[in-house]
C-alpha cells in the first residue's frame, strides 16, 4: 500500500514545500513581534501605574497607613510628627481596603538604621495608625529571620558589597543598597550569605520535664560545638512564647489532664502469666449480669478497659466502654468472678484471664464527700441546740455552785459566832443558835446535793462545744468531790448537834464538834475558791454564742450551695472520657507542650540525622523532633517585587497572545493546507470503503500538528512568553494540540473541494501551481495568502 | 494519439473498481464508454491521464506507458490531454477566459498567445461574448462549454470525457451535445467519451465499449454490438436504441406534418 500519506506529501513537490517554510517561518516572526507588542504594551501601562502608585523610583521610604475615618485627624497630626523628622516629605495617596496611604520621604541625613528601626515610634501616635511599610529604594530585605539570629547577621548583611547599611524591623532585615545596578549582585551574595546557615527548631517529647530550659540549650550547644565544630553553634530560643498552634496544643493537653483527672483510674493487678503492653485492652463484668466467657465475644455492657500504662505488676488504663460504677460503690465487696479482668483479643473476643480490677475514681470520691457534708449539714442544726442545752446547764450548776459557796459561807459565819457564845467556862449552848446552825448547814447541804446532781446530770455534752464543756465540769469535779464529802460530815454534824442539844448540852463535845465542823467548812470553802467561776461562766457564755451563732446559720442555702457544687460536676461517663482521650492522643501525638523547644542556628551543612542523635542524648530520649529551617529569604523591594509580579504577567500576556495567534494563524492559514491535504488522500479511499480500523492518519493529521508546533514554539519561545504551569519544552505538546485541533476543524473553516485540484491537474499544473493559483486564493486571508500572492500569476 | 489499455486493475479500499480492463482506442477514433453507474468509468477514463492512480496493468499513450512516467513526463502529458468533468470542474476564482488560459500560461504559453488561443476556443463552443464572466454568473450548458473550451484550447491529441452531460438538465444537455456533435463531426484528436447518451453515442462512436462491474463486456463497432450483443448489458442498450428508433420516426413524422403544414399557411400567404 505505501506510506499513507505519501499521496499528500505529493503537495509539497515543485517548491511548494518552500512556499510553507518560508510562511511559517514569517509567522512566528509576526507572532513574535505581536505578542512581545502586547506584552510590551500591558508592561508599560501597568509601568506607569505603579508609578503613580508608589512615585518615582526611590522617591519615598515608607507608607504609613491611617484608617480611612481618622484621615482628617491624622493629617493635622502627621505636620507635629513631621517636625521631628526636619526635611521629611509627606504625600496622601489613594485609600485602599479602609485605610489611606501617607507616602513619607526621609532627608538623606535621616535615612540612617537609627531612624529606620524606630520609625514605628514617629508614626504610632496618629489617630487611627494602622501600620507602615517600608519602600525604601533600591533595598533588598530578608524576610523570616527569628530575632536571635538578626544580631549575627545585621552586620554581615552590611559588609556586603554593595549594601550601604541595614536595620531590622520584625522578622525582617532590610538592605538599603548604595544604587539600583547592585540589585542582582547583592541579591546573589544575600542568598549566599543565608545559605551558610539553618535555623534547627528542637521539639523536645511531650510531657519532657526539664529544669531549665536556658541550661539544657547550652548544654545542647556544647555537645554539638564538641562534636562537630560548627562554624556557627548559636542558642537562639526566642522569648516570643508560643504561636497560635502551640497555644492550641497546650491546651489540647490540658484538657486531656482534667478530663484524666475525672475517669476512673482502673488498676489491674496482674497475676503474672499474662504480660499485657500499652495499648492492650482488657475486660471485665462491669454492670454487666454476665461475667465474661473465655473465648465469647465482649457485651456491650461489659467494663473494656485500654491500658495505658504498665509497671512491674500493675497495670494502669482507662475505662473505654462500660460503666465501672459496681466497682466504685461496692469496692472490695464484689466476688471474685466481678473482679477478674480478661484480655481482649481479635479485636471484641474475650481472652485468657490477665490479673484483678479495681477502679478508682476521683469524682466519685468528692460526690462521696459532698454527700457526707450533706449531712452533716443536716445534722447540725439538732446538735447545736443540744449542745446549747448541754452549756446552759453547765451555766446552771456554776451558778449552784456560787450559791453553796455563798451559804458555805454564811454557815461558816454562823459556826464562829455559835463557837464564839461558847467561849468561857460557863457559857451554856442556846438551843436557838443550835436551831439557827442546823438550818444553816442543812441548807448547804441541800445546796451541795443540787449542785452535785445538777453536774451529774450535765452528763455527754455532743459533738459542737464539747470541749469546752468538758473543761468547765473537769474544773468542777474535784471541787464537787470534795464538795460531797463535805455534805456528809455537815449530815453527820447536823444529826450530832441535834442529839446534844437534847441530850447532854455538853458545851465542852458541842465546842470540840463545831470546832471541827468549822475547820472543814473553811477548807471545804478554800477548795470552792479555787475554782474561778466568773472565767468558767465567760468560756461558757462564749461557746453558747457560738452555738447560738450555728443555730442560726441558714441550712437550707448551704444545703441548697453542696448540692450545686455537685452538679456542677462534669457528668462525663468513662467511656466518653476514654474516647476522647485516645483522641486528643492522638492528634497532639508527638506535638510538644509550648515553651519545650528551642532555636539553634548552625551552619547549614549539617545533617539534620547527625543532629538529630547527638540532640537525642544529650535530652536522653529518642522522641525529640527536628526541623530543619533556611534563616530568611530574600525579597526584593515593593517596587521590585511589583515589576517582578508584572514581568510575569507580561509573560504570561505574551504567552496568551501567541497561543491566540497560533490558533488563529493555523485556522486562517494552514487549515486551506490541511484540507487540501485530505482531499488528496481521500482520493486513494474514501469514506464507507474503508472499516474504522484501516483508517490511517493521512498527511494532514502530520502537517497541522507540525506546523502548530513550530509556529508555537516559536512565538512563545521568542516573546518570552511564559504561561503558569507551563514549562518552556511544553510549548511543543501545546502546539502539537492546537495543530491537531486545527486539523479536526480544518474542513469546516477551509473547506477545498477536489474538483478544483482536478481541474488544475488536468491541465498539466504542478501541485505547487495547483496550491499557488487555486487552493491557496481561495482559503482564508492570512500570511500564507497573502505571501503567495506574489507568486500567482491570476490574481 | 493512439490509447491502449492492458490489464488495468484498480480497487479503493473493498470496492474492485476496474478488474482487468482492456482497451484499444486507435489514433483518431472515438470510443464511446458505456455502463451503468458504478462499473469503473470514470476511473478508467482518469487512470488514463493518471488523474487516478491505478493498481495493476498497462496504460500506453502515444506508445508511453502513463504509469511508468516521471513527473515532469505526466505533466508533458497531461497538456496534451484535453480532460472534461462531469461537474466542469471550473476554478471559481478565475474568469471564463482565466480557466481556458491557465493549463497553457502555467505551462509557458506567453499570456497574449494563450488568450488568442482561449478565446478561439471559446468561439468554438459559442462562448465568446462571455471571455470575462465568473463560472458562477454562467447556466449549467455554458459552464460546460467553457470545460470544453479548456480542453480545447491545449489542442488535445487526445480528449477524455468524463460524463459530460450527466449533471445537466435536458436543455443544457442539447447545447453541449450539438457542440459535441460539432466537434466529432469535423476532424478531430482521439477521443475517449463516456456518457449515458446512447443515440449521440451510436452516432459518434467508431468504437463502442460496455463496461460492467470493472470488466469490458462488449466492444466493438456500435453497429455490431447493437446487432448481436453478448451480454445482458449489450442487449439492454440495444432495446434502449430500438425504443429511441421508434420514438425518433414518431417525432420525424409529426415533424414532417408540420414542415407540410408550413409550408401550406406560406403558399397561402404568398397567393394573397
Ligand atoms: N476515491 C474513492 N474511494 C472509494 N471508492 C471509490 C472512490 N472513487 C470511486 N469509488 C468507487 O469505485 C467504483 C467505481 O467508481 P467510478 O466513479 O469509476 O464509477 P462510474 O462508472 O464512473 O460511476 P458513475 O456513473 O456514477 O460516475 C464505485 O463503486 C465507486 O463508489
Ligand atoms: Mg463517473
Known sequence: MGIPWGDGLLLFRDGFRRDVAVAVLLTI????????????????????????????????????????????????????????????KVKEGLAIAGKVNFFVALPAELRTRRVFESIGTYFNGLPGYAGYTFIIEPSLTVRGVPAGAQP???????????????????????????????????NASLRRLLRRYQVVEVRLPLGYQTEDLPALSERIVNRLRDQFHPRTAVDITGGEGGDDFQAFVSTLAEVRRFLEGYASRVTVRLQGWEPLRPGDEVVAQGSSSVPPVVGERVRSDHLRVRIQAVEGQTARGLVVEGDPAPYLQSGAGLDQAALTAYRVVKGDEIGPQVGLIRVENERWRIIRNLEESLRMVEQLHGLAAEAR????????????????????????EVLQQVNAGLEGPLAQIRQSDVDRLVAELNRVSTSIGSLISQVEGVGAAPAPGQSELSSVLNRLNPVVQILAGFRKQIDLFVVELQGFSRLSRSTGVVRELLGQMEQAAGSTLEAMQGVDTATLRLQLTSVLERLEALEQLDVAALKAQLEEIKAALPDLRDEEIGRSVRLIDQYIGGETLPGQSLSLLLDRDLEPAALKAAIGREVKSDRVSLFALPVGSVEPDVRGTVLHLLNSVRGTIAGLVALVFTFLVLLLDHSTVISALRRLSERRCRGANRRWWQWRPDASWLYGPLAGAAIFT???????????????????????ALGLLTSLLAERVSPVRDEQILAGEAVGLTYAQVMREIVIPAGRPGILQWLNRRRQKFK | MRVE????????????????????????????????????????????????????????VGGQDVRRMSPTELLRLRRRVGFVFQHFNLVERLTVLENVILGLVLSGVKRSEAEQRGAEALRRVGMARHLYRYPHQLSGGEQQRVGIARALAQQPELMLWDEPTASLDPIMVREVLDVMQEL?????????????EVPFALRAADRLVLLDRGRVVEEGPPSLVMARPRSELGRRYRDLWQAHLADLSQQEIAGQKRTISACRRKLAQAGS
Open chain 1, 29 to 88: 516572526l509576526l507572532g513574535i513581534a505581536v505578542a512581545a507588542g502586547v506584552a510590551w504594551a500591558t508592561d508599560a501601562y501597568f509601568g506607569e501605574t505603579v508609578t503613580g502608585l508608589l512615585g518615582e523610583a526611590g522617591e519615598y521610604d515608607l507608607i504609613v497607613q491611617v484608617r480611612e475615618e481618622a484621615k482628617g485627624a491624622a493629617r493635622a497630626e502627621m505636620g507635629r510628627v513631621l517636625r521631628q523628622l526636619p526635611g521629611a
Open chain 1, 152 to 186: 549575627l547577621l545585621l552586620p554581615q548583611i552590611e559588609d556586603l558589597p554593595g549594601v550601604d547599611f541595614a536595620f531590622r524591623h520584625g522578622e525582617s532585615i532590610t538592605a538599603v543598597l548604595k544604587d539600583a545596578g547592585a540589585t542582582s549582585s547583592v
Open chain 1, 389 to 412: 442545752g448541754a452549756s446552759e446547764e453547765v451555766l446552771a450548776a456554776l451558778e449552784a455552785y456560787d450559791r453553796t459557796r455563798e451559804e458555805l459561807r454564811q454557815a461558816q
Open chain 1, 714 to 736: 516559536g512565538v512563545y519561545l521568542g516573546s518570552g512568553g511564559r504561561l503558569p504551569l507551563l514549562p518552556a519544552w511544553g510549548a511543543v505538546p501545546v502546539g502539537l
Open chain 2, 5 to 60: 489499455v492492458k490489464g488495468l486493475k484498480k480497487r479503493y479500499g473493498r470496492t474492485v473498481a476496474l478488474n482487468g480492463v482492456d482497451l484499444k482506442v486507435e489514433e483518431g477514433e472515438i470510443a464511446v464508454i458505456m455502463g451503468p453507474s458504478g462499473c469503473g468509468k470514470s476511473t478508467l477514463i482518469r487512470c488514463i491521464n493518471r488523474l487516478v492512480e491505478a493498481d495493476e496493468g498497462e496504460i500506453l
Open chain 2, 184 to 196: 466529432t463531426a469535423t476532424s478531430h484528436p482521439t477521443m475517449l467519451i463516456v456518457t449515458h
